[in-house]
């Protein structure tokens, strides 16, 4: 499985929650599209990239590629508790710190940190949380391969990884800070469980008045539940958007495809991402619940049936 590296970043942390994923062999890559192109070149049989974050929002890098660069297909969703840590190398203090680097995603995670107890300090953006550890404590002793005065904002594993000592925990703006991270390979959607979700791209053929508020009627006359809405550009010119949409269910369920098919017939195209359990805390509850009342709605219905004329 590839995944955003090196090791000690929480995308590594994430999937080994997994323990079908941690007993596979791991490959650190470099960068997000590296993960996204080795599954599509072959090179690893799935990828494990993050998609979302409850502070700053969507991976951009992540969603873009999912869109434009490869055709994948999402098989797991994985949602993980995000507490980031400023580490430094030995000697380094709290009052000494002139930059600190990490993930853009995670610099934006702390911003009243750093308004509040390091004002003015130069925020660097690395590969990933764990690679900013490793540019400041793997070089040598006292960070000798960054310049004087520079921290990482990293997972607590990665200072384990790098040697680094802890500054301050936990310097997160919010509590309830989650990301959200989809494992992705070339083909094949998983069986429904009754707590899933499913990802589309919708395409428009034309920009005109009405046209969102057509796709949305669509979810809403079905009464289907949007669990997220994202606009990117198409990169064909300025003004032109495809909308990015998550929501409740999957494929197998008939109101979903029905949707999708009326979707499918009114646009210039539609990108399928793929249709997999949802996490969270409470999809086991969910998916029994959900199992639960498809009984008994089949045991209703089997009633109503059994009183037809033959």
Same mark, same amino acid.
Request: aromatic fraction near 6%; hydrophobic fraction near 45%.
């Given at each position: ?21 941690? &007993?596979? @062999?791991?490959?650190?890559? #470099?960068?997000? +599209?590296?993960? %996204?192109? $080795?599954?599509?070149? *072959?090179?690893?049989? /799935? ?96 960070? &000798?391969? @960054?310049?004087?005065?520079? #921290?990482?904002? +990293?997972?607590? %594993?990665? $200072?384990?990884?790098? *040697?680094?000592?802890? /500054? ?65 550009p198409t990169k064909q010119g300025l003004g032109e958007y495809c909308f990015a949409i998550d929501l409740a269910g999957h494929l197998a369920d008939e109101v979903v495809a029905d949707c999708l098919r009326d979707l499918r017939a009114g646009l ?43």
């Amino acid at each position: 499985m590839a995944f955003l590296g090196p090791v000690g970043t929480f995308s590594e942390e994430a999937l080994l929650t997994q323990e079908d994923y941690a &007993a596979t @062999a791991l490959q650190p890559c #470099a960068t997000i +599209a590296d993960v %996204l192109d $080795a599954v599509r070149d *072959g090179r690893a049989d /799935l990828g494990f990239v993050p998609i979302e974050n409850a502070i700053d929002g969507v991976v951009r890098d992540t969603l873009d590629a999912l869109i434009f660069d490869v055709d994948l297909l999402i098989q797991r969703e994985v949602v993980l508790d995000v507490h980031l840590h400023l580490m430094g190398p030995p000697g380094l203090a709290l009052p000494d710190v002139r930059r600190v680097v990490s993930y853009p995603v995670a610099l934006g995670q702390c911003r009243r940190f750093f308004a509040e107890q390091l004002p003015g300090v130069e925020l660097v953006a690395a590969t990933s949380t764990a690679d900013a550890a490793r540019l400041v404590g793997a070089a040598g002793p006292a960070g &000798a391969g @960054a310049p004087p005065g520079t #921290a990482a904002l +990293a997972p607590r %594993l990665a $200072a384990e990884l790098y *040697g680094l000592r802890m /500054l301050v925990e936990d310097v997160e703006d919010f509590d309830g800070n989650q990301t959200r991270f989809l494992a992705v390979t070339t083909s094949g959607v998983p069986a429904p469980t009754g707590h899933d979700r499913t990802s589309i791209v919708c395409f428009q053929d034309a920009d005109r008045p009405g046209s969102l508020h057509g796709i949305l009627g669509q979810f809403a006359a079905r009464n289907i539940n949007l669990t997220r809405l994202e606009s990117r550009p198409t990169k064909q010119g300025l003004g032109e958007y495809c909308f990015a949409i998550d929501l409740a269910g999957h494929l197998a369920d008939e109101v979903v495809a029905d949707c999708l098919r009326d979707l499918r017939a009114g646009l210039a195209d539609i990108k399928f991402l793929g249709s997999y359990p949802a996490a969270g805390h409470l999809a086991l509850q969910r998916r029994r619940e959900a199992d639960d009342a498809w009984r008994r709605a089949d045991g209703w219905l089997a009633a109503l049936r059994s009183q037809m004329a033959r």
